[in-house]
């Protein structure tokens, strides 16, 4: 089981860590004063992390058999999202975990907590961009009934790759539980509390 991991908003003490991980992920990564501007617009913006917990039950079984350079600190940030909530749109802005802990559902505990927040907050439905090439991150969207509606053209500025419009609708009760389910099995791997949604 991984260790557990403490869901909660970004604030401004973050932005140093969330910026490593951005500049890890992506070529073309937001500067800290995109971070910081996104953090202090409460109105639209909702930025999540995932905060490492502490205490002698935070490193669970496999991560003490981990290169000690790669195991998770109590206090480390190992991923974090973005949504922008206008009119009833729930925009997934960014959603990136850190290399060395990819694959353990930390990804998917992301999407599913901005989602859960979206829809509390009166998002009824999803959309986001997706790169064309980025397989892994279209199978996490696919997991949560998000579809291709549509292609950016060369939306990319770095390389000129197409971007593929992805949706997810409607955000309605039915789908509500559904995220429900998915967190109670995620619940399973990853052990979470959950301070973004409550
Ligand atoms: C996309 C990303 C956030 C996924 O995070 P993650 O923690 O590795 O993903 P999870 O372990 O939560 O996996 C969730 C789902 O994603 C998909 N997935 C994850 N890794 C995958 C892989 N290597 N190959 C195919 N699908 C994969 C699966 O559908 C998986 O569900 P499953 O566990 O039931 O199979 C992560 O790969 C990342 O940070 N990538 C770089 C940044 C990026 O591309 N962001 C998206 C921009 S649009």
Redesign the pocket.
């Known amino acids: 089981m991984t260790p557990r991991v403490l869901v909660r908003r970004m604030t401004l003490d973050d932005i140093i860590q969330v910026v490593s991980i951005d500049r890890e992920?992506?070529s073309t990564p937001w500067s800290a004063n995109a971070y910081r501007f996104e953090v202090t617009n409460h109105d639209t913006s909702h930025l999540v992390v995932l905060e490492m917990g502490g205490g002698a039950n935070g490193i669970g079984l496999r991560q003490r058999l981990w290169p000690l350079a790669q195991r998770p600190q109590p206090g480390e940030v190992v991923?974090y999202g973005g949504c922008w909530l206008i009119a009833g749109e729930a925009h997934i802005s960014?959603?990136?975990?850190h290399p060395d802990?990819?694959?353990?559902?930390?990804?998917?505990?992301?999407l599913a907590s901005m989602l859960k927040l979206a829809i509390r907050l009166g998002g009824e439905y999803s959309v986001?961009?997706?790169?064309e090439s980025?397989?892994?991150?279209q199978?996490?969207y696919?997991?949560y009934e998000y579809a291709v509606i549509g292609r950016r053209k060369q939306y990319y500025r770095d390389d000129g790759e197409d971007a593929l419009l992805m949706e997810a609708r409607p955000l309605d009760s039915a789908y509500s539980r559904r995220i429900e389910e998915r967190l109670n099995a995620l619940s399973g791997r990853v052990r979470f509390d959950d301070r973004f949604t409550r």
């Open positions: 992920s992506f991923g960014t959603i990136a975990v802990h990819r694959g353990q559902g930390l990804g998917e505990l992301l986001l961009e997706v790169r980025n397989l892994t991150a199978a996490l696919r997991k």
